[in-house]
Every structure is written in structure tokens, then in C-alpha cells.
């Protein structure tokens, strides 16, 4: 009989969005974006240690959200 896999939950350590799930003995780095807050965290699978690897500002959204707007009047 094979052994059931127990899958834990990995949560954004900002938003509490679900990144994944992961195997309990899993290990080894992972890349996972966040679909809430945009957040790209590396995640150790093997420690559960977070680490930040690339944020959306709020520069960055403001900047595309007057690009888009200038878009539009342009059309
Ligand atoms: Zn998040």
C-alpha cells in the first residue's frame, strides 16, 4: 500500500495568500510569486526560511497604472 504524501500549506509571510502546497519531506529552494500582494519569495522547503527576493513597489504601480491612463488619451 503506498504511503499517503501529507501536504502542507505554504503561506506569503505578507498577505497570507496560499503560495502551494509542499510534501512534508520536501527540500531544496523554491521561487513562488505571490497572486495577491506580487511578492517573489524564496522559500527553503527544507527550514521554511522566507526570503524576499523581489517586491512590487508602489512606485512601480502607480508608474503603470499612468502609462495605461496615457494610453488611453492617446487612442
Ligand atoms: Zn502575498
Given amino acids: 500500500m503506498l504511503k499517503e504524501t501529507v501536504l502542507l500549506r505554504v503561506e506569503c509571510p505578507e498577505c497570507r495568500q496560499k ?4 510534501a512534508e519531506d520536501a527540500s531544496g529552494k523554491v521561487q513562488p510569486k505571490c497572486s495577491r500582494c506580487r ?3 524564496e522559500v527553503d522547503l527544507g527550514t521554511n526560511e522566507f526570503k524576499l527576493i523581489s517586491k512590487k ?4 504601480t502607480k508608474r503603470s497604472l499612468k502609462s495605461y491612463l496615457k494610453g488611453r488619451i492617446d487612442h
Fill in 57 to 60: 513597489t508602489y512606485t512601480e
Fill in 19 to 22: 503560495l502551494m502546497d509542499k
Fill in 39 to 41: 511578492n517573489v519569495w
